[in-house]
């Protein structure tokens, strides 16, 4: 469990997330800059909402960041975190 300040980035542009993250409480916003260095907000992620399941379907987040736009409390969840079901 992680508690982020307002303006704590949760991960940046460089790396993308390589985990689910379950937003507790607070406010997120997720952003991306343009090529013209214009940043341009993809959501706002309120409590009790997950965001950056798409790196675990394969899909690269690199160029987005996550920001807390109020204090937050954040818990995350790697692949290893997750159960191995064997049908």
Do not use: N, W
């Not at 949760?10 to 916003?29: A, D, T």
């Not at 394969?58 to 692949?79: F, P, R, Y």
């Amino acid at each position: 469990m992680l508690t982020a300040s307002k303006g704590t980035i949760s991960y940046g542009e460089e790396e993308g997330p390589e985990v689910l993250f379950l937003l507790r409480s607070g406010k997120v916003k997720l952003e991306r800059v343009s090529p013209a260095g214009q940043k341009l907000t993809l959501a706002i992620v309120e409590r009790v909402s997950f965001f950056g399941e798409m790196s675990l379907l394969g899909q690269s987040l690199v160029g987005t960041q996550a920001v807390a736009i109020e204090d937050a409390v954040i818990c995350a969840m790697s692949c290893h975190d997750l159960p191995i079901i064997d049908a």
